[in-house]
């Protein structure tokens, strides 16, 4: 674990960038910014991801020339010289890129610094919705720098879900599925953040995740007291060469263990009684 001064150091690294990013996506947000299709079923990337991207690799990569570099958009999964670094920095310039193409608010700036497959410094910031989440390996998590903790919701039955609706289906869950109230935000990165907040009591993604968008509100939620694993229990661990995690799963402890049964086949009995709210 590095010092708490170098953590320190590093977290108000990325709020400074953090800001910066946001005043570009601003500029172009509702603002017709050119569009590309990545291909390969890897969605859509406008201007505005590309120049908040220039922006932050230019930022964190001069202050810290000694750390790696994994964003979404440079080439991640071919340029592996991060691969050869003890800490590296992983970023996601615009998390919720389709939310950012509609006028949709709910996009967000990730950051990451990860040393030895860990989080250890991490923001995910909104810039249109003026919030801030931070959180330091060891230092707790915060919103717009008030200390944030998780849920402490343990039934599922109780229990406000951010979910897409593919991940209720019942293949998924063959321990059953449980009693739960289903939401949804466009950027997984919030999500996750989300539970840090302790606005909803628990977050699943069934599909792999890719590094980018979850190592920084991985910690942010972790740091707040929620347990954070891959959909079947194992720890997350960032800046391997595939950049990618087996889902996620974040929960308060008695909830994250009601739900892991449901996912992995061990007694879960609640008949399936999914309540929707929100979008896909």
């Known amino acids: 674990m590095p010092a708490r001064d170098t953590i320190e150091a590093d977290l108000r690294l990325l709020l400074d960038a953090a800001i910066g990013a946001g005043e570009i ?14 291909g390969g079923g890897q969605g859509p990337v406008t201007e505005a991801d590309l120049q908040v991207n220039a922006h932050l690799e230019q930022v964190l990569c001069a202050a810290r020339p000694d750390y790696g570099w994994m964003s979404e958009e440079s080439a991640p999964l071919t340029d592996l010289a991060r691969l050869d670094k003890n800490i590296t920095f992983i970023v996601d310039p615009i998390d919720g890129t389709r939310a950012f193409i509609e006028g949709q608010p709910g996009f967000a700036h ?9 989080p250890v410094a991490a923001v995910v910031y909104l810039p249109m919705l ?12 915060t919103l717009n720098g008030v200390p944030i903790r998780a849920s402490s919701v343990k039934e599922p039955d109780e229990a406000q879900v951010l979910v897409a609706r593919p991940a209720l289906e019942a293949q998924h869950w063959p321990g059953g599925m449980p009693l739960l ?19 909803f009591d628990a977050m699943l993604t069934i599909r792999d995740a890719w590094d980018w968008d979850i190592a920084a509100a991985a910690l942010i939620a972790s740091e707040a007291g929620a347990i954070v694993t891959d959909r079947l229990g194992a720890p997350l661990r960032f800046n391997r060469e595939n ?35 929100g979008e896909v």
Request: no cysteine; glycine share 12%.
């Open 181 to 199: 109230k289903r939401h949804f935000r466009p950027s997984l990165a919030w999500r996750l953040a989300l539970i840090g907040e302790g606005r």
């Open 110 to 118: 990730a950051m990451a610094v990860v040393q030895h497959g860990e």
């Open 243 to 277: 950049a990618r995690n087996r889902g996620v799963l974040a929960a308060g402890a008695p909830l994250h263990g009601r739900l892991l049964q449901g996912l992995t086949g061990t007694a879960m009995t609640t008949s399936p009684d999914i309540r929707s709210t």
């Open 130 to 141: 003026d919030l801030t989440y931070a959180a330091g390996l060891g230092l707790g998590a």
């Open 25 to 38: 996506a601003a500029r172009f947000f509702k603002a017709d910014a050119q569009i590309w299709d990545k």
